[in-house]
């Protein structure tokens, strides 16, 4: 089978309309994979492959004691 990839404007009405002629199997058939584009795609990595990470971006700073001077109320260290 040759693929041809091909564009084609359709209003959104003529899709709605196209839509409603399918069988009750096809639509929900159509609505599941929308419905799968339109969910972010996830991609999960184990930790010990981000802790090659640690150090590759320096933004400096202290967040600990950053952290203790606010909850301590010297907003000015």
């Not at 950053?66 to 907003?75: C, Q, S």
Request: glycine share 8%; hydrophobic share 45%; proline share 6%.
């Amino acid at each position: 089978m040759v693929v041809i990839p091909l564009e084609v404007e359709v209003s959104e009405a003529k899709l709605i309309e196209a839509f409603r002629h399918l069988p009750p199997r096809q639509r929900a058939e159509l609505l599941e994979r929308l419905r799968v584009l339109c969910e972010p795609e996830v991609r999960t990595v184990p930790a010990s492959r981000l802790y090659a990470l640690t150090g590759l971006v320096s933004l400096g700073g202290d967040a600990l004691a950053d952290t203790e001077a606010i909850y301590d109320g010297d907003g000015g260290h």
